[in-house]
């Protein structure tokens, strides 16, 4: 028996745009409507097995029906654009699955559905229909049920004979009759004003049809329902007539032509991982594929123990394994290699022992494909293995495509690619306490594994950068700064030991007096760091007005305390007890635990690929967090010193990069003008704004104009300038107003960068970084200010990011050109610091600025301000 399924796909399309919040993949496309489409389609193949399926939709906003009431529909609201750009993916969905789809000018989706289902009810076929839409429920039949989505997109009801009864004592044909007398608002279909569904299906249980109804109007009781039939009598028809699926729509196809029989498994997975329905790809039935996986128990390989000439070609992906977290010093397992002559599996001590292996690996002009450059880089640095000739690396190449990733680890990357071509690391080795190496051959096969997911991703990977127009970003700026991030690493920076725990010493006794004194002022002993007992002292014993509660008592978090300090002197000594209380802990004591035993330095790792802007930070340990507002603070840099006698720490920073970067992108000739005339940006931005002559510039104007400069480049409101002015929003309001008045170019900019954001789903850095904002287009009000906000100013932090990393590279490649000893230590924010022989300062002083202010050509001057010292302290 033929089993012939026809979906209502505007109807459908609709119900699940609205049902699901709004989804996008990576590039922004969105995606919710045709995610819950194909739900649909699944949960339909699965349980209704159709031998055919058409899924029909309108073709236009014009019918036939118009010709009868031109204002038939007329009440709809506009399609949202975010679901209009869905239908040409939910129609590449059906080509993907095989389903026919069929539209035809001036009939509607419904009038395609009712023609195909009494065509099959005639051959005696079962029909299943499926639409959002009661209108269909005419169209039951003994052949044909009707099945509606009734909460979200998948929770549905069926509907024969019985059930449409059941429901609204009617049968289906009546179902137009009911549309005549009550209308639908929906399409704009007016019927019998005042008669709703439950006097339309009262007054067709007595008279059966509209006609009927019409012709009966002296027997039904009530005046003004006489009245209302009477005097819209063709109304009521029209609006029958209107409801009314035409079942004779002129389809050029037979109904044969329509058969079902299976997906494109190949296409449908395709689309899946494009769309990142990375969930629903583990629904189809696809099939472990060579294409989908490289988990394969016999995969072949040899394991070398003589290094040869023959099996290091190039290009080669090359796996150098280390298992832990810091992988400086770490062991190196072993070393994979998958080129065009095969798969090897090098054990470490039969690579270090290889000349052949070291030769290969040192050379420049023997390309390596690797997963993360930096890492195996530093990992053999510290075994004085040099590593050249890296080609292309799989982390940074999945960073820049996909800022917003939380894992760039080869199992992810593959994964959301919709393939599982490696095992998670922390499937081979455990996690925590519990990793440890696996045995030999499992090791072995997870390396090759990993090896080969290099090979056969990097064309993939490489032709995406290209079509992004960020291929040179990667491979003249990302590629290089591993190298120099690398180097950095290994060479670490040295610090006095003694002097920091001199410092330690210091601390401790300041927190020891503040805790004295705080005792004093509460008249009691008590632990400070207990927020229960301090609440207790606090708003209990000094009686302070509370400001928040939790569920375990007062709130005594760093913003309650803050609105109390005015209201007694003990409040501003806990905040210091609290802020030196963590630079000894997390500073102090944090760094003295990872200086290095044999080199008295610490060896921070850089993240290159970890913030959306594009700007590098460090952990193990962050020393781009090191608090400089405190004195106390300040102080520990006091302990950074040059590694060598007769050695200086120099530091270089960029003079307010990122207004300067604002200037250049929004055009505005007041701030290009200021810039270029090397004037005072702030005290020019408090002239324009406060309408006053420069020298009558006050300092506090000075403060506002700073305050208002920073906070625009991050989108400031009137309310986050009001709070960091301590002003009225409306004062703030007018202080931006007056800005914007006065640099007209940075509101055209924000304008217009929103907009682009809202058409493109990303913004770009002068660089091509791109950064994808998908909440840009969000009813949510929060998520779309903020992606407003991030659009504003990603394109200048992210700039001014590849702005310092530039002059990285190029300062790393100019160092060694000229044989200086001088050495990049540390990049934090705009500040690049160095330790310098004293007798290359005049030369490394002049390489650095001329580096650092040429590392981009903008319509304004970038400055670089430099200095030097005994310490990083000194230096600044």
Do not use: C
Not at 113 to 141: C, F, H, M, P, R
Not at 462 to 489: D, G, I, R, T, Y
């Amino acid at each position: 028996m033929n089993k012939l399924v026809l979906v209502d796909g505007n109807s459908i399309a609709y119900r699940a745009f609205f049902a699901l919040p709004l989804l996008n993949n990576d590039k922004g496309v969105y995606t919710n409507a045709v995610y819950g489409f194909t739900m649909m389609l699944l949960k339909i193949i699965e349980e209704e097995k159709p031998t055919h399926m058409v899924v029909a939709f309108d073709a236009g906003k014009t019918t036939f029906r118009h010709e009868t009431y031109g204002e038939y529909k007329s009440g709809r609201q506009k399609t949202p654009g975010e679901l209009s750009e869905q239908f040409p993916l939910i129609r590449e969905l059906l080509d993907a699955f095989q389903i026919s789809r069929y539209e035809i000018e001036n009939y509607e989706a419904d009038d395609i559905i009712g023609t195909l289902a009494k065509q099959a009810e005639k051959e005696d076929w079962n029909v299943s229909v499926y639409s959002g839409d009661k209108d269909l429920l005419q169209l039951v039949s003994p052949k044909v049920k009707v099945t509606l989505s009734r909460k979200g997109i998948t929770n549905v009801d069926t509907y024969d004979e019985q059930a449409i009864a059941d429901k609204y004592g009617i049968t289906p044909l009546q179902i137009i009759d009911m549309k005549g007398l009550m209308g639908d608002s929906s399409d704009n279909i007016p019927g019998v004003p005042g008669i709703g569904e439950k006097t339309a299906l009262k007054l067709l249980k007595e008279y059966e049809t509209v006609e009927n109804v019409l012709e009966s109007i002296d027997k039904i009781s009530g005046k003004k329902m006489k009245e209302r039939l009477e005097e819209n009598k063709e109304q009521a028809l029209m609006s029958k007539k209107l409801a009314t699926i035409f079942s004779d729509v002129p389809i050029d196809r037979s109904l044969n032509s329509f058969t079902f029989e299976e997906y494109d498994k190949e296409k449908v997975v395709a689309l899946f991982k494009e769309l990142d329905f990375n969930t629903l790809l583990n629904k189809l039935d696809v099939g472990e594929t060579e294409e989908t996986t490289l988990q394969d128990e016999d995969i072949e390989y040899e394991v070398i123990d003589e290094v040869t000439e023959e099996i290091l070609q190039s290009p080669s992906a090359l796996i150098v394994e280390v298992i832990s977290e810091n992988y400086h010093q770490a062991d190196v397992l072993g070393f994979t290699i998958v080129n065009e002559s095969g798969k090897y599996f090098i054990p470490t001590e039969v690579a270090s022992q290889s000349d052949v292996f070291m030769d290969w690996a040192k050379d420049s002009t023997k390309k390596k494909w690797l997963a993360d450059t930096k890492r195996a880089v530093v990992a053999l640095g510290w075994k004085d293995i040099e590593l050249n000739g890296v080609a292309f690396d799989i982390l940074l190449a999945s960073y820049l495509l996909n800022p917003s990733s939380s894992s760039y680890e080869l199992a992810d990357v593959t994964k959301e690619r919709g393939k599982q071509l490696v095992e998670y690391d922390e499937t081979v080795y455990g996690k925590g306490a519990k990793r440890k190496v696996p045995e030999r051959e499992i090791l072995e096969k997870h390396l090759i594994n990993k090896a080969q997911v290099v090979y056969t991703l990097k064309e993939d990977l490489e032709n995406e950068l290209k079509k992004n127009e960020q291929f040179e970003l990667f491979s003249e700026l990302e590629m290089p700064l591993a190298l120099v991030l690398a180097k950095m690493e290994i060479t670490g920076v040295k610090v006095d030991e003694p002097q920091l725990k001199a410092m330690g010493q210091e601390l401790g006794e300041q927190l020891a007096l503040l805790e004295k004194e705080i005792h004093e002022l509460a008249g009691v002993s008590f632990n400070i760091n207990s927020p229960k007992q301090l609440g207790e002292i606090l708003f209990e014993k000094l009686n302070l007005p509370p400001i928040k509660k939790t569920k375990t008592g007062y709130s005594t978090s760093a913003d309650v305390l803050e609105k109390l300090q005015d209201q007694h002197e003990i409040i501003g000594k806990i905040l210091h007890y609290r802020q030196l209380g963590k630079l000894n802990s997390t500073y102090i004591e944090g760094l003295l635990k990872v200086v290095h035993h044999d080199t008295s330095k610490i060896h921070t790792i850089f993240n290159q690929a970890l913030t959306q802007t594009g700007r590098l930070s460090s952990t193990e340990p962050n020393l781009q967090n090191i608090p400089i507002r405190l004195e106390e603070g300040r102080k520990i840099r006091k302990a950074f010193v040059a590694s060598e006698k007769d050695w200086v720490i120099f530091a270089a920073d960029y003079s307010q990069i990122e207004l300067r970067v604002l200037a250049h992108i929004a055009q505005d000739q007041g701030l290009i003008t200021a810039f270029k005339e090397d004037m005072d940006i702030h005290t020019k931005t408090a002239m324009d704004v406060f309408h006053v002559k420069e020298d009558e510039v006050t300092s506090n104007m000075r403060r506002s104009a700073k305050a208002v400069n920073f906070g625009i480049v991050y989108g400031i409101s009137d309310y986050g300038l009001s709070q960091n002015l301590g002003i009225t929003r409306k004062e703030a309001a007018q202080f931006i107003e007056r800005y914007f008045e006065s640099f007209p170019g940075v509101k055209d900019y924000m304008d217009r960068i929103i907009e682009k954001a809202r058409e493109n789903g990303y913004v770009t850095t002068l660089l091509h970084r791109r950064r994808y904002l998908p909440e840009i287009t969000s009813r949510n009000f929060n998520l779309r200010s903020f992606a407003e906000r991030t659009a504003m100013n990603t394109p200048i932090q992210g700039t001014a990011a590849d702005i310092i990393k530039q002059a990285m590279v190029q300062l790393g490649e100019q160092l060694e050109e000229a044989n200086l000893n001088a050495r990049l230590l540390l990049q934090v924010h705009d500040e690049l610091i160095l330790e310098v022989p004293k007798d290359e300062i005049e030369t490394v002083e002049k390489m650095v600025k001329d580096v650092m202010e040429n590392a981009i050509e903008l319509d304004v001057p970038l400055k670089v301000d430099s200095s030097y010292g005994d310490s990083w302290y000194d230096a600044k």
